[in-house]
Nanobody
Framework: VQLQASGGGLVQAGGSLTLSCAVS????????VAWFRQAPGEEYEFVAG????????AYGDFVKGRFTISRDGAKNSVSLHMNSLKPEDTAVYYC?????????????????WGQGTQVTVSS
């Protein structure tokens, strides 16, 4: 199983970015996929996730409607559309996958991880 995260970069506050997680070896529709982030010196933080099958979604409390997670079965990928970015959103963003149906908000709930993509939001 491989997860390839991409789409990070440098953006000004208020701007937008779309991250993509390309999955190989498993189907995104048959697994639960989530995004986490880690800022320097901080713990991993749950950003968003999409459950297997029906595709229920969940978001971290800090998101407050700014981000949208979506799943593309044809491309076997999961995207995170981020709007109204703030400097405090600066972090390395990771996608993670599990075959469990429960949409965990803890890193312990995920078995497979991508390499991370850096998002930097300037003020």
């Amino acid at each position: 199983v491989q997860l390839q995260a991409s789409g990070g970069g440098l953006v000004q506050a208020g701007g937008s970015l779309t991250l993509s997680c390309a999955v190989s070896g498993r189907t995104v529709s048959g697994n639960t996929v989530a995004w986490f982030r880690q800022a320097p010196g901080e713990e991993y933080e749950f950003v968003a996730g999409v459950g297997r099958g029906g595709g229920s979604t969940a978001y971290g409390d800090f998101v407050k409607g700014r981000f949208t997670i979506s799943r593309d079965g044809a491309k076997n990928s999961v995207s995170l559309h981020m709007n109204s970015l703030k400097p405090e959103d600066t972090a390395v963003y990771y996608c993670a996958l599990t075959d469990r149906s429960y949409l965990h908000r803890s890193t312990l709930g995920y078995d497979e991880w991508g390499q991370g993509t850096q998002v930097t939001v300037s003020s």
